[in-house]
């Protein structure tokens, strides 16, 4: 049902500036101009004349920040409010695989349950992924521990491959069909010979993310919700918790985690409801108004944080809540890592990763 | 599409002293609303701050819900300091409330402790409403000291009640207190219930919700008889900003009621 084209990297250029017409486009960039460094890639929206930068990498931000900002609105109340405001469409380039499969969890929390956040919707529909292979990854990358591949496989509208002097694009709904049918003097249909470079490629970064993975030993998705439970009350909580400076970045950086306060404000007459970003991690996060706090102590609250990942979304949602992007690695100034926790836990049980 | 976070305008038609922690607040609704016993909503102070209540007044009455509430926290003080006739957002109702269909025919076992009587009395007026359906409700009420008890004057007209066994007692009495002293618990023994055909339901501080499940566990209760009202932080009430969550449950949305059977397995429910 995926359809592949191909097209030429100058004519890419020219289509991104196309698509500034109808859309607003976003996509990585870097401030190093040396290639062979490594470096973080952020989002920015394309200005007019910019070539197109291809992310070998994840961004440095979650995508979740296109969906449910920081600080958002969430309702205003007591007036008549507008119909929901015109959310203008969106193309985000450079979302890698594990951003995608990252995202399923936000889908599930506010498309799904018992109510759907309409406004979260709305930004849904208006947004039009288009991913990209990685062809290299980050010291803290761990996708594939969790079985997820360094590129798409679903969940995309466009993905691009790089391949010579230009990208291969994968269709993957009906919105990145439309949008290669509404330009289709840009794009040709994939020869085999180019399908089975990218596979190649493909294969050998694979090749390359496991040299850099099996050393590490890493947990599998298979055992991990039964460490969680069994791991409970080992002092690996008690330990790691040590160097956490309770700065919350571990659950703002990372793409799976949604928590959010809703918050009351008044702006000259009208009553606002917002929406602002909440962690786990921080000592209130759970306190009632009467005063009680099941999550004193850091120990509790690290540990909440993956027990809400590991044991919470698997029973809920049937997989983990974390893709291996590493983002909470590099963010926390107490060196906390979650690779690391996960493998302290199966140590101390004896179980075998 | 209906935005979820957008609260509905109440009017604070009336406001009720029930001890000096705890008032009554009596709302109108400015468009239909509904809910079944033991579900809750979110108040909003405008442009303030939101919290989570139990309405404690008989869901059969529409469009008006009475909300009891006591001074504990930031919201809270400044509702009790707020006169009549303000307008309060209400969003709501959540989460899965009582089982009533899972009571009738039963002895009905009701413990409160303290302010956990106002979810109970909307409960009661429930099952006062159709009280053939039941073969008869016991009510084990404890407070703190006598001016902590709340719905005073009508307590002892729910006791005249047919089927209605109602017992009180205070932690802590006063010169005036002639009834039992002695914490709920205390009051938990030689229960008039058929344990064959009987369940319990509990709401009270989390202490209390303890002490009183192990003391109907002792006295024969089985987990999956023993109902329980769950208080954690609560923002949305929808089961999408995280705060609630409880093992593998949102207390906001698989909740705020669970039997003892779905959480004896979870770790710290009590904290
Ligand atoms: S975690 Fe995997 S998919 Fe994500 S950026 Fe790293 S290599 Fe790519
Ligand atoms: S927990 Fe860490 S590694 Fe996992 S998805 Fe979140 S930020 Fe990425
Ligand atoms: S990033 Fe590290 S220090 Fe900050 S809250 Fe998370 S675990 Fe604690
Ligand atoms: S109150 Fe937000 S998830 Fe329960």
Redesign the interface.
Known sequence: MHQIYYIESNQLNILSRKLKKDYRVFFPVTEEKNATKKTDYSYRELTVNEPFVFNPYRTVEPLKTFFTPPLDK?????NQ?GS?EDFPKIIIFGVKSCDIVGHKVQDF??LE???????Y?LRRENIIFISSDCTDFKEVCHCLAWEILPYPTEGFDLNLSPLNEGYLVETGSKKGEELIQQYKEFFVIAKDTQLTARKVKRENLIERLKKHLLPQHLVSKDIVQRLIKEG?NLDTWQQFMLTCVECGGCNFICDTC?????????EGNI???L?AW?A?LYTN??????????L?TRT?RLR?RF??KF??FV??LGMPACCGCGRCIEVCPGKIDIREVLKDLAKKLSVKT | ???????Q?AIVEDIIVESSTIKTFVLRLKEPFEFRTGQFVEL????????PFTPSSDPNIKNKIEVTI?N?????SLLHTSPKNI?L?LRGP?GKGYPLDRFEGKDILIVGGGVGLAPLRSLLFSMFAEIDKYNKVVLRYGARTPDDIIYKESIPGWAKIKKVDVVTTVDVGDAKWKGNVGLVTTILKDLPVDLKNAVSIVCG??IMMKFATLKLLDFGFKPQDIFLSM???M??G??????C?M??YYVC?DGPVFTYEQLKEL??IW?
């Open positions: 969430a309702a205003e109340y007591f409010e929901i929390v506010f349950g018992v109510e759907v956040d309409s406004l919707r409970y949604h928590c959010f306060l809703l918050m009351d404000k008044k009553n606002k409801k929406k909440d786990c996060y759970a306190k009632v108004a009467g005063g009680a706090n099941p004193k509790r909440f027990t809400k044991d919470f029973d809920n | 599409m209906k935005n979820i976070y957008k609260p305008e909003t102070l405008p442009g303030i701050g939101e919290a006591m504990v926290g930031r919201v809270t307008s957002g959540y501080p989390p208080e954690k932080n923002s949305c929808l089961g999408k900003c995280g705060h969550r093992g593998r949305k770790h710290d904290d």
